[in-house]
């Protein structure tokens, strides 16, 4: 490697490093303004503004052409003071401590918002599972488990899919940790495959909870969804799922996106071919010539645009060219602050991450319930509880930020926290 890529390389990584800082700031930052318009000391802020525990772990794998190889993975708990630890583990490359605690908190604020009996976790690994074999992905979800056993359990940490995770590797850590204590643990893991107590409706419940946000957005702004233009950035398990949804529901998905960039059709798009095509990291895009990149499928006319990939997507430089009118945030962090503040002040409606992805949390709670009395419910009855909960929560949120003049991220943010805060003020802990 020359010297001018190791420069590259580094500034790449330096970069990323910035922008998960940047994010655990924002989020602090709203924190404190969310913990001072509900009337809250600074004490509790000191406690909130960061996780009560992370674990940085190096996990030995031995790779399938004999050689070892060490990775780097963290699990972050943010307060326990409502409940156990719940919140997913992402294998992705650009995995970092301030990222990975950034998202604890987050699932605090997520399961604050539809009032379910956690506190909020994550965990990652620093890897890329597109270069890496089945086995060898095997060897370092048993490894990350065997590395974390001492702080996760069904009653003290929960973990769950998230980035490039999926049940597969749900079922191997739960097989890895019912090994450990010698007993069978489906309630240890959430996200499982339904032979081994998964949920119905766990895999899609993600893009359930972003649809029925959508709908909501929609009828308050006194439009409909039937013909509405939709574009939807990343075709992970968030993005396509809510393709197809979109697109069942009478909706033109005119664009959709993968990394390496997407592909737009204002007559809109034919989903079932794209959901039979792509491979299982939701890559699409090297199947068609003409296509567009990631910034200019942002800034495209339609009348729904949802963010379902990466963080920092819509950013100062473009949230005066988005051209929805309602933007649904179906994946962690893709919108800054300060374009938070510019959307808002172009009138254009903007549905809080913490809101519009909170439907896979929502049923990895009944999951664990499930898991937790051994009787399990049908599609129906996943859907009608899911449904319930996301359209309570979109409600309180909307009302919240009517009555104080704030944007619904604001308002997210203080339904969520105050949970947290009331039980950790009950606990005696502030
Ligand atoms: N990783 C998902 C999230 O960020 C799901 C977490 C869970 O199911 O516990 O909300």
Redesign the pocket.
């Known amino acids: 490697m020359s010297v001018k890529t190791v420069i590259n390389e580094m500034s790449k990584e330096q970069q990323k490093e910035k922008e998960s800082l940047n994010l655990y700031y924002s989020t602090q930052t709203v924190i404190q303004e969310a913990l001072n318009k509900l009337g809250y000391n600074n004490e509790m802020y000191e406690l909130l503004k960061e996780p009560i525990r992370l674990l940085t772990v190096r996990i030995p794998v031995r790779m399938d052409d004999g050689t070892v190889k060490v990775f780097t993975g963290y699990r972050s708990q943010h307060n326990d003071a409502v409940g156990p630890t719940?919140?997913?583990?992402?294998f992705h490359p650009d995995v970092d401590e301030a990222e990975v605690k950034a998202?604890s908190i987050?699932?605090s604020l997520?399961c604050g918002i539809t009032n379910l009996p956690y506190g909020g976790g994550?965990g990652g690994i620093i890897c890329d599972p597109r270069n890496m074999s089945f086995r060898e992905l095997e060897r370092l979800s048993r490894g990350y488990v065997r590395a974390i056993s001492q702080i996760v359990g069904p009653t003290k940490d929960?973990?769950?899919?998230?980035?490039y995770t999926n049940s597969q590797i749900m079922a191997w850590m739960m097989d890895e940790y019912s090994r450990l204590r010698e007993f069978d643990s489906p309630g240890f893991i959430?996200?499982k495959p339904l032979v081994l107590g998964g949920s119905h409706g766990?895999e899609t419940?993600?893009a359930r909870g972003v649809t029925i946000c959508i709908n909501e957005a929609v009828k308050k702004i006194g439009k409909e969804l039937h013909g509405a233009r939709v574009v939807i950035q990343g075709f992970g398990n968030a993005g396509s799922y809510l393709a197809k949804f979109m697109h069942d529901a009478g909706a033109k998905v005119v664009a959709v996106s993968d990394v390496y960039g997407g592909i737009y059709d204002p007559n809109g798009l034919d989903i079932n071919y794209l959901l039979d095509r792509r491979d299982s990291f939701g890559t699409f895009s090297k199947l068609f010539n003409n296509t567009i990149s990631n910034k200019e499928l942002l800034e495209l006319d339609c009348d729904i645009l949802v963010p379902a990939a990466i963080s920092n997507q819509i950013t100062e430089e473009n949230a005066a060219n988005i051209k929805a009118s309602i933007v649904v945030e179906a994946a962690?962090g893709p919108t800054t602050l300060e374009a938070t503040k510019i959307l808002t002040e172009r009138g254009i409606l903007l549905v809080p991450d913490i809101l519009a992805?909170?439907g896979?949390?929502t049923?990895?709670?009944f999951e664990w319930v499930q898991n937790n009395q051994g009787y399990y419910w049908t599609e129906e009855e996943v859907m009608e509880k899911l449904e319930k909960v996301m359209v309570s929560s979109f409600d309180n949120i909307y009302q919240l930020a009517e009555t104080h003049q704030v944007d619904m991220r604001l308002a997210a943010y203080m339904v969520g926290i105050k949970k947290v805060a009331e039980a950790s003020r009950f606990r005696g802990w502030v």
Do not use: H
């Not at 929960?158 to 980035?163: E, G, R």
């Open positions: 719940k919140g997913g583990v992402r998202l987050w699932m997520k994550k929960i973990p769950a899919p998230d980035v959430t996200g766990r419940a993600t962690n992805s909170a896979g949390v049923v990895s709670y």
